[in-house]
Structures are given as C-alpha cells and as structure tokens.
C-alpha cells in the first residue's frame, strides 16, 4: 500500500507507478493531480 500525505503534489508520478503496479493508494486531497488519478470505485483521498 502507497500513503501519500502531502499537502501539496505535482502531477504524482509515484502515485501512477503504484496503480500500474496494482498497489492501493490512500492519499491526502491535496492540490496537484492526485484526485484526478485516484477515480474508481473505492477512492481513497481524505482532506487534512
């Protein structure tokens, strides 16, 4: 599982590699690309 905490993220290449890879990821809603990334069924993004 990838955790991604930060407050702010670029385009999130780590995050893409992860889903490539088929590893959960749990991320902060940060501004970036994160949220776009993480579209399915059991998004996992919470805000801090």
């Known amino acids: 599982m ?3 905490s ?3 993220e670029g385009f999130g290449n780590v995050v893409v590699e992860a889903l490539l890879l ?3 990821v ?4 940060c501004p970036g690309g994160v ?12 805000r801090i």
């Open 2 to 4: 990838l955790v991604l």
């Open 35 to 46: 949220t776009e990334i993480l579209t399915g069924e059991l998004p996992a993004v919470w």
């Open 26 to 29: 749990a991320s902060t809603r």
């Open 22 to 24: 088929h590893t959960p």
């Open 6 to 8: 930060s407050d702010s």
